[in-house]
């Protein structure tokens, strides 16, 4: 084989392994943001079920690629919320694998959501003996998440329930503001629209 076809070779399959890495996650996207912001509670429970199933094909299909396990991660714990029971507790605990992954792989994917995502876990699971919530282990990822996203709208407004969850409100509205201040994220046009309506009842609630 001559050295060019050799090179050649050595190119596509570091290219087929880029594109592994680099998963599609948009369409992943696209649906939490429908099941979330638009559908009846009642019915998200099973719809999150099916997506998760979608989440974890992409992730075994690409098991290098942090944001499929960011999302992964995110779909488990959306589910567990939704369905709530003791059945939750088994599902964030596998959310919570699933970005321990990404961070391992690419502690910087998609703009540090790993640590958002984590850190939101950790303030809103129930503590031992019944969880592995962690306040002081919440504020450590959530702050790691902002010095990556320091405009971002989710890294602010997540930090920002976790300033009210602990009482500092004037804190808390500060980061609302950020977070509604937060440049829009093309081709998430929804889940801007439904985290804005988020911030602004976080705020109504504030004043």
Do not use: C
């Amino acid at each position: 084989m001559s050295i060019l076809k050799q090179l050649a070779l050595t190119a596509a399959f570091w290219g087929l392994s880029i594109a592994a890495q680099a998963a599609d996650v948009s369409n992943l996207q696209q649906r939490w943001a429908q099941i979330h912001y638009e559908m009846p509670v009642k019915e998200q429970s099973k719809a999150y079920s099916l997506l998760a199933d979608e989440a974890r094909q992409l992730t075994q299909a690409n098991p290098d690629s942090a944001p499929a396990h960011i999302w992964q991660g995110i779909i488990l714990s959306s589910w567990a919320s939704a369905e709530g029971g003791l059945g939750a507790l088994s599902k964030v605990k596998q959310a919570r694998t699933e970005l321990e992954k990404a961070l391992r792989l690419e502690p910087n994917a998609l703009q540090g959501s790993a640590y958002t995502s984590l850190g939101a876990l950790y303030y809103q699971v129930p503590g031992w003996p019944i969880g592995f919530g962690d306040h002081d282990k919440a504020a450590e990822l959530l702050q790691k998440a902002l010095a990556l996203n320091p405009d971002g709208i989710d890294s602010n407004y997540f930090w920002a329930d976790y300033l009210i969850v602990q009482k500092r409100y004037a804190e808390a509205k500060a980061a609302l503001l950020k977070a509604q201040a937060a440049p829009p994220r093309p081709g998430r046009e929804l889940a801007d629209k439904g985290r804005q309506q988020e911030i602004r009842e976080r705020l109504n609630t504030l004043e």
